[in-house]
């Protein structure tokens, strides 16, 4: 199993910079593929980002040149740099992991941009 704890989020004004963080239960470099997916009122979760093992990184259309994904192997924490935030991008943000071939997510962490 692995449980995943987020944290970084809160209130910011459009254009502003927020730092998402996720804290694995089990070393990181095991786990296949990491990501940040987001849950807006009224919509279903997306995806934001991925980061797999390799390292290879994906992002979704609307944050690509924003959004900075990274993994901290030493820390094991997978990170979410977010720039040029805009209101539309408020929402509950979700860390996720794939673990043999299992789904794990982390309880969520609120982002409001404000216009």
């Known amino acids: 199993q692995v449980q995943l704890v987020e944290s970084g989020g809160g209130l910011v004004q459009a254009g502003g910079s927020l730092r998402l963080s996720c804290a694995a239960s089990?070393?990181?470099?095991?786990?296949?593929?990491l990501g940040w997916y987001r849950q807006a009122p009224g919509k279903q979760r997306e995806p934001v980002a991925t980061?797999?093992?390799?390292?290879?990184?994906n992002y979704a259309d609307s944050v690509t040149g924003r959004f900075t994904i990274s993994r901290d192997n030493a820390k094991n924490t997978v990170n979410l740099h977010m720039t040029s935030l805009k209101p539309e991008d408020t929402a509950v943000y979700y860390c996720?992991?794939?673990?043999?071939?299992?789904?794990?997510w982390g309880q969520g962490t609120q982002v409001t941009v404000s216009s």
């Open positions: 089990r070393r990181i470099f095991s786990i296949d593929i």
């Open positions: 996720k992991a794939v673990y043999y071939s299992l789904d794990y």
């Open positions: 980061i797999t093992s390799s390292g290879s990184t």
